[in-house]
């Protein structure tokens, strides 16, 4: 696992009052989740089933697919490595920048890595690892450009990451759209739609073959039980998020940091954005905002392709962005 993933509030003395290093909105209101788990706390004496079988059914049911094309897993991180040890020792292309843990996870599994910038020449990999909407840069993928490629290279797997699937209006692949298709698996985080990024929660879609063969190769009891019961939960209380305001809000933080000289800021179809600084190092606008303002922002020079000029940011509730703009300001007007 690469070490400076976003999230590191632990690193802090000072207390950390606005975390934008995370793509998780930090505003949610999980108080019904927080009363309804605090009745369950009898659950941690038993086992859980050795595979959510519950849960695996009831996301089956809501996308209106076969419970044999959903596998349940903790958090997305466990798919990307259960993907890539069910197809160890191949060769993988990974379209960057991206996140880190499918290179991690491949280069485990003794895949042949190869990082590519584009999807022309796909056909000379087994394995195909897009983000998309895409981590760092918030892009979303066209779709229709997405199933000719796919299609042109029924010998490649596409394993397409949509964690970020319910942060964006663009439309992107169904599951119901990727469990008729035999090179395509859909990744999918219940942590990243509802907040729960402590509780590891998330599955995968698929053709029933491709998920049978990653189900060969996890560990039982992989999802614990609270982490289920809080699946259930959120299913049962789910409803449309008004994407709307927030990607609203996206754009006038976008507008007000794209105003600040020095400052390069890289248009996203989703909540989190990526920038670039023109002049000093993302390590030290982090460590002044961390222990100045208590912000925390996500250095993203060890994403492969960036640099120390790189940073992501995920939009949050308009005092904090606008004391996020008005701290960034201070740090370029530093001698």
């Known amino acids: 696992m690469l070490d400076g993933h976003g999230d590191d509030v632990y690193r ?12 998780v909105y930090n505003q949610t209101d999980l108080s019904g989740l927080k009363k309804y788990l605090s009745t369950q706390l009898g659950l941690i004496a038993t086992y859980p089933h050795p595979e959510a079988a519950s849960l695996q059914q009831k996301i089956a049911a809501k996308n209106a697919i076969p419970p044999g094309s959903v596998c349940v897993t903790n958090g997305s991180i466990e798919s990307i490595y259960l993907i890539a040890q069910a197809f160890q020792n191949m060769c993988s ?3 960057i920048p991206t996140f880190s843990e499918y290179a991690d996870a491949c280069n485990i599994h003794k895949h042949q890595v190869k990082y590519i910038y584009t999807l022309d020449g796909v056909g000379e990999f087994d394995v195909v690892w897009l983000c998309n909407p895409n981590n760092p840069t918030g892009r ?3 779709k229709i450009y997405l199933m000719e490629v796919i299609s042109r290279h029924p010998d490649v797997c596409f394993v397409l ?3 970020y699937e319910s942060f964006v209006i663009k439309p992107v692949f169904s599951s119901a759209e990727a469990m008729v298709m035999p090179n395509v698996i859909l990744l999918h985080s219940l942590t990243k739609k509802y907040a729960i990024p402590g509780l590891r ?3 995968v879609t698929a053709h029933e073959d491709l998920v049978c063969r990653l189900r060969m190769q996890r560990m039982p009891w992989s999802v ?3 982490a289920i019961a809080a699946g259930h939960y959120l299913l049962d209380q789910d409803g449309p998020l008004d994407i709307s305001s927030y990607l609203r809000e996206k754009e006038r933080l976008f507008a007000a940091l794209q105003s600040i000289n020095d400052l390069d800021v890289f248009h996203s179809d989703t909540h989190f954005m990526l920038l670039r600084l023109r002049r000093g190092k993302a390590v030290d606008m982090k460590e002044f905002l961390a222990n100045e303002y208590g912000i925390l922002i996500r250095d993203a020079s060890n994403f492969q392709g960036l640099n120390e000029s790189y940073v992501r940011i995920a939009t949050q509730t308009p005092a904090e962005n606008n004391m996020l703009v008005e701290a960034v300001r201070e740090w370029f007007a530093k001698p």
């Open 224 to 226: 614990n039980s609270m």
């Open 12 to 23: 802090y003395d000072r207390e950390i009052v606005s975390n934008f290093s995370s793509n």
């Open 93 to 95: 292309g990974i379209l």
């Open 201 to 203: 929660l998330g599955y």
């Open 161 to 163: 990451d949509q964690v």
């Open 140 to 142: 979303v993928y066209d």
